[in-house]
């Protein structure tokens, strides 16, 4: 399975990103992504399962929002209103279960400046 992350990068306290994340090989339950600042533990930010069902942080809800195509085995993170806190290095990951990862992406950063 080959997790394939795309659409990081630097952007303004108030701006938008949306990060994608291609699976090729296995159809998984839960898709979802992941994050980690400097000097901290890596948190679930969203999580999404086949049928659906949704799962936020809760720093990242009312401004993030994670959907799902199952033709394409694709998930993306729409990421509003973003703050300096969110700033990090993002990875999707695909496992039966949100908090149970069988394979994560390689990390894209999302910088978001003050």
């Known amino acids: 399975v080959q997790l394939v992350e795309s659409g990081g990068g630097l952007v303004q306290a108030g701006g938008s990103l949306r990060l994608s994340c291609a699976a090729s090989g296995s159809i998984f339950n839960a898709m979802g992504w992941y994050r980690q600042a400097p000097g901290k533990q890596r948190e679930l930010v969203a999580g999404?399962?086949?049928?659906?069902?949704?799962n936020y942080a809760d720093s990242v809800k009312g401004r993030f929002t994670i959907s799902r195509d199952n033709a394409k085995n694709t998930v993306y993170l729409q990421m509003n209103s973003l703050k300096p806190e969110d700033t990090g290095v993002y990875y999707c990951?695909?496992?039966?279960?949100?908090?149970?990862?069988?394979?994560w992406g390689q990390g894209t950063q999302v910088t978001v400046s003050s």
């Open positions: 990951m695909v496992g039966p279960r949100y908090t149970i990862v069988n394979y």
């Open positions: 999404i399962t086949s049928s659906g069902s949704t």
